[in-house]
């Protein structure tokens, strides 16, 4: 089989390590909670290789990509009907699995943000997800109140998963090389999804207090007229200080 040649456009970095690919895979906990997993982006399988040996959990792979379909039907036949060829941002998860799935990948850094998104949309379906992704990104979703990396991706995850940094992978053992880290995390689904508040104004909440991080939350959050619903020394802080509970209370006090 001819190999798969890496698309810049497609943000494309092959992972060539097989150490640190099973290292990956063994990161899956499914412990009864799913019996299908679903790898983003396998490339030429250097995941999907160890993903396939597992009993525990039934594999599908979808890649955008037309030359690694080609590829990987080939390599794995005994599989093919589970090889999707599609974009994982637009697909419905709802009319592919009917049942819990993992999701694990070593994801393209241009659509990090979009693919935790996905994840939170679908939530309800998805109880973990190992991947691997630029180390910025990953120390962002599990970054703790007061840091620096701390913004809108920690504290809209962090309110639905468990985050555990897992590990940072080098530059040498990927093909092309990026010019960055890489990290490994994983998230699991926390045991209760509701927040005790409107769902949708939490996220507009977060989202403007971090869009204007640098602005006491009075200025930040001036659009939701806070002043007579939050007390002022709340209003006197800045994004990064509130934790996710600190965000469901002001999202409740706003909605009265």
């Known amino acids: 089989m001819s190999l798969v040649r890496a698309k810049k456009f497609l943000g494309q970095h092959f992972l060539t390590d097989k150490n640190i690919a099973q290292k990956i895979v063994l990161s ?16 030429m399988g250097v995941l999907t290789d160890f993903l396939v040996k597992h009993t525990d959990y039934e594999t599908s792979l979808i890649d955008i990509d037309g030359e690694s379909i080609e590829f990987l ?8 009907d589970r090889i999707i060829h599609g974009d994982f941002l637009a697909m419905d998860f709802h009319s592919l ?6 999701i694990i990948g070593n994801f393209p850094y241009n659509i990090s943000s979009q693919i935790l998104f996905k994840i939170l949309e679908n939530r309800d379906l998805v109880p973990e997800m190992v991947g691997m992704f630029q180390k910025e990104v990953g120390e962002r979703v599990a970054a703790e109140v007061g840091t620096k990396a701390y913004g809108i991706l920690s504290v809209l995850v962090q309110a639905f998963y468990n985050i555990e940094y897992l590990f940072t992978v080098k530059p040498g053992v990927f093909n092309p090389p990026p010019k960055v880290n890489s990290g490994v995390i994983r998230i699991t689904r926390k045991d209760s999804q509701e927040l005790g508040c409107n769902e ?9 207090a971090f869009n ?11 659009m939701f007229q806070p002043k007579d619903k939050i007390d002022e020394k709340t209003l006197e802080l800045r994004a990064e200080r509130l934790t996710v509970a600190d965000f469901v209370e002001i999202t ?5």
């Open 252 to 256: 409740t006090r706003l909605q009265a």
């Open 97 to 102: 699995f009917n049942s819990q799935f993992a």
């Open 212 to 222: 204007q991080r640098r602005k006491q939350l009075r200025n930040a959050l001036s």
């Open 28 to 43: 899956l906990r499914p412990e009864g909670k799913y019996t299908k997993v679903l790898e983003v982006g396998p490339g």
């Open 73 to 80: 039907h080939k390599k794995y036949p005994e599989i093919k």
């Open 200 to 208: 949708k104004l939490f996220f507009q909440v977060v989202k403007a």
